[in-house]
């Protein structure tokens, strides 16, 4: 190889590299093209989330007082401690993890077994099928609040006791919302019905992903539908499935139209949920300072559940 070649590339090679002050133009030129949009993001981050974040934490502090011109003495940790020593809130607690622990499998369930049946190759219609899923979704809470107050109305005017009664399935009308397990089971049934089509659109999105000449193989191999759902569909949804759990879970603590506009944390407080709790302790007792500390407990929760959760996944080797 003639040695001028090499010399000729490398001289290529430094005449083609710019000097350190013109790369400097031109990434500060970038970063002035770049920069008020981030100004923007900073700025309304900082004032609709971080200043609201550190202003909650402080307050949970304090004896807060709203009005202008009063103070609001520090109090220290009484707010915490009188949290723990509040029975509503113990009620509030309980019926939030205990909406996760019904809720979250069941929407699991039948939004993996819906889309797995929409996915079927004879199944027409899928678009239909989807878009009756998701409609739930993009209704309004209030609109399929006041219909399911409606369904399980008291006495013979509720559809659900109307029906009930006339096939014999009971001998008098159930009195739904004042007991406080039956209220719950209506919580529980519009929480799943009014969000099980999230779950049902991410699916069918996951399953139409899956490469068809897995299941070739599979059939190749002599699996059957079942053998092929347990060891291709189940270990190519293991990613999506985590996922779907994670924001289940937080949907779940997140409680608050579900009880609002059902029960009103009724009866007795029975169903109080934490989000709940928080608003009447705010807006309707004006105990604004206690209202932040079950705030900042609550959001200390969330935190560590996802954090212990994406912690488990990034540890974790998915197919």
């Not at 897995?214 to 270990?235: M, Q």
């Amino acid at each position: 190889m003639d040695p001028n070649l090499n010399n000729n590339h490398s001289d290529i090679i430094l005449t083609e590299k710019k000097p350190l002050s013109q790369r400097f133009k031109k990434g500060a030129k970038q970063w002035l093209e770049v920069s008020p949009f981030l100004l923007i993001g900073l700025a309304g981050a900082s004032i609709f989330v971080i200043y609201p974040l550190i202003k909650g934490i402080v307050m949970s502090f304090q004896d807060y007082n709203i009005l202008p011109g009063t103070e609001s003495p520090f109090v220290g940790l009484e707010n915490y401690k009188k949290a723990f020593s509040d029975p509503a809130f113990a009620y509030a607690v309980r019926n939030t993890f205990l909406n996760t622990v019904v809720t979250v499998p069941i929407n699991w369930f039948l939004g993996l077994f819906f889309a797995v049946l929409i996915n079927i190759q004879f199944v027409k219609y899928k678009i239909t099928f989807r878009t009756l899923y998701y409609l739930p979704i993009i209704t309004s809470w209030i609109v399929v609040a006041f219909l399911f107050r409606y369904l399980f109305a008291d006495g013979e005017n509720g559809l659900i006791n109307f029906a009930l009664v006339n096939l014999g399935l009971v001998d008098e009308p159930i009195s739904w919302l004042q007991n406080q397990w039956t209220a719950m089971v209506v919580i529980w049934l519009f929480h799943i019905w009014k969000t099980v089509g999230w779950t049902v659109v991410i699916y069918l999105a996951a399953l139409q992903g899956i490469p068809k000449n897995l299941y070739e193989a599979a059939a190749i191999d002599g699996a059957s539908g079942i053998k092929a759902f347990r060891f291709v569909t189940v270990p190519m949804l293991r990613p999506i499935t985590a996922f779907v759990i994670i924001n289940l879970v937080m949907g779940a603590f997140n409680f608050f139209p579900q009880v609002y506009f059902i029960t009103n944390g009724g009866p007795m407080g029975q169903t109080e949920v934490l989000q709940s709790m928080i608003y009447k302790q705010a807006f309707s007792n004006f105990n604004f300072g206690y209202s932040s500390a079950l705030g900042v407990m609550m959001g200390l929760t969330i935190f560590l559940i996802t954090f212990t959760q994406q912690k488990k996944l990034s540890n974790q080797k998915f197919m």
